[in-house]
């Protein structure tokens, strides 16, 4: 009885860790807003903030070519999936995060506007803020594994989070056209 006892307990213990989701899973993932009923009438977009509001500082090591690749990658893909971008009254905004590690003394509220935190893209200086209303699932920027691209459709009048889709450590700050343009399409899939 002892051994089938044991044999039990191990067995439900090797389970275990099958049952646990990491910051290392692989492939992309989404959520999405139990408030997020609009999206399924939405065909237009714009972005979040079209510019950063203060010049890219970017990080050593990182290419300025990157949020110029993003950008096309993200704009083909919406069009792709049936959304127009427009310049005014978008049903949607768009918004492309790349965590990436912050030194502490950096990340401070303090040192930021309202509504911003440490980065925009890559660049170091601002990140995006708007409303989550306790989104289930939902983790902020600073908690990805640093390379995970972050896509977010924005709520135009509420500047509530309506969809994130993401892919972990997915982007090398390197990266060439062809390579965000995948893992764009991989993010936005979720969608």
């Known amino acids: 009885m002892k051994r089938l006892l044991f044999a039990c307990l191990l067995i439900g213990i090797s389970s275990l860790p099958s049952c646990v989701t990491t910051s290392a899973s692989l492939g992309a993932k989404s959520i999405k807003a139990p408030y997020a009923a609009s999206l399924r009438n939405a065909k237009t977009y714009a972005w979040y903030q079209p510019a950063p509001p203060a010049p890219a500082v970017y990080l050593k090591g990182f290419k300025a070519s990157l ?81 995970t691209l972050i896509i977010d459709l924005i709520n135009p009048r509420s500047k509530m989070l309506l969809w994130r889709g993401w892919a972990e450590g997915a982007i090398n700050f390197n990266a060439g056209p062809g390579a965000v343009r995948k893992k764009v399409e991989e993010v936005l899939e979720q969608l």
């Open 67 to 147: 949020h110029q690749n993003m950008v096309q990658a993200v704009e083909q893909e919406m069009q792709e999936q049936g959304y127009t971008k427009v310049e005014q009254n978008p049903d949607v905004l768009v918004a492309y995060d790349v965590s990436v590690s912050v030194p502490e003394e950096q990340d401070k509220a303090e040192n930021f506007a309202e509504g911003f935190g440490y980065s925009y893209g890559y660049m170091s200086g601002y990140r995006y803020d708007y409303g989550h209303a306790d989104m289930p699932g939902y983790r902020s920027v600073d908690l990805f594994k640093e390379g």
